[in-house]
């Protein structure tokens, strides 16, 4: 693209810091650039017409990690580590709530977060309830009171045992409004934001940054990445992608599940929505094939998700879906984002681990304040 001395002087010259990825932690890191600098030149690139990794294709959920999840990270990590994670998620929604406020990303607390158990997983179930006053008392400097109850089969699902166990803390988002009131925030705060546009390669400079897209290419002064699922192909930091698939039923008539679930620890979730059911996961069947940057949706999953669905959540209830798609996630053997300086100019904030509504806004502003 050969670009006119208009494009080039109002969108692509003399640029202080430039972001790649719009999703949470990019967009975030641009608010919070421009509050700390208020004259700077900040533009964002974003390679979908949309936010493409999954920050506009998750389930939104505002969740802290569900306890068959936290009993698992226990094993991998010390009973430090796992605080620290779970203080970062809580923290992290608490900055997305003053930043964007309740109401426009339609911010819904329905109970909690409950997460049931199949009846085939009675180890599970029983590990569970006999750790739960041993996270409760690990987890209580976070949340100041038990984070996990136990709590009846109040939704009648089949095929579960009789007590979920649940997280009065946890909540649901619209995550378009989200993603919506966002973008609105930083472009009013004077950020530039161009779609469409990906970034092929970088090469560092002694005193600046040369971007190359598939269009253009440009200078700025500091590159920051924030692509997540897709960090591999610009970082050698360990980032694998991992793509989760979704459907949404069309609307259900007298619909009375409220609330987010999580179900075979963690690797399903659904939540209702517009009288609707949205359901997630099942990267679990296939980690191998999952573990891709292609978008798409498989018979596998698909499958399973239906079979869950109708046998389990809704089994003497019509209905029909409605869509389906994907996002991809970025995940790593450590559940700690990364956040760090690669280079003179260049800084990265990726590793979201499936909890980027949870921390995307934090790991956003800790990118940011790496120029303090």
Request: glycine share 10%.
């Amino acid at each position: 693209m050969n670009l006119c001395y208009w494009e080039y002087k109002s969108w692509l010259s003399n640029i202080d810091f430039t972001i790649v990825g719009s999703g949470i932690v990019g967009l975030n890191c641009a608010f919070h650039l421009k509050k700390q600098f208020p004259k700077a030149k900040i533009l964002v690139l974003e390679r979908g017409v949309f936010p493409q990794g999954a920050s506009t294709k998750n389930a939104g959920f505002a969740c802290f990690g569900s306890m068959s999840e936290v009993l698992s990270d226990l094993k991998q990590h010390s009973e430090e580590e796992v605080c620290q994670l779970v203080q970062k998620r809580w923290e992290g929604i608490q900055l997305l709530r003053e930043t964007l406020g309740d109401h426009p990303m339609d911010y819904q607390n329905y109970g909690g977060g409950h997460e049931i158990f199949l009846k085939d997983q009675l180890h599970l179930y029983e590990d569970c309830l006999e750790n739960l006053n041993r996270v409760n008392t690990l987890l209580n400097s976070v949340f100041g009171k038990d984070a996990f109850l136990v709590h009846p089969n109040s939704f009648k699902f089949k095929g579960v045992h009789e007590n979920y166990i649940t997280n009065p803390f946890e909540s649901q988002i619209n995550t378009g409004k989200m993603m919506k009131a966002l973008v609105a925030k930083v472009q009013n705060s004077g950020v530039i934001i161009l779609n469409a546009i990906g970034v092929d390669s970088y090469q560092e400079n002694i005193d600046h940054v040369v971007v190359k897209t598939g269009q253009f290419e440009f200078k700025t002064n500091k590159l920051f990445i924030a692509t997540n699922g897709f960090a591999s192909q610009l970082i050698g930091e360990t980032v694998k992608p991992a793509r989760a698939q979704v459907l949404i039923t069309k609307p259900i008539e007298n619909l009375s599940i409220k609330g987010t679930f999580h179900l075979d620890e963690g690797y399903y979730y659904f939540r209702n929505i517009d009288n609707r059911i949205l359901l997630g996961g099942g990267r679990n069947l296939d980690f191998q094939g999952e573990e891709t940057t292609s978008f798409g949706e498989t018979n596998l999953i698909q499958n399973r998700l239906e079979e869950i669905l109708r046998t389990i959540i809704l089994p003497n209830t019509p209905m029909e879906i409605d869509l389906r798609w994907s996002g991809i996630m970025g995940m790593g053997n450590q559940k700690k984002p990364i956040v760090k300086q690669l280079a003179n100019n260049v800084y990265c904030g990726v590793r979201m681990g499936g909890m980027g509504i949870a921390i995307g806004s934090l790991v956003g502003k800790e990118l940011a304040n790496l120029l303090k």
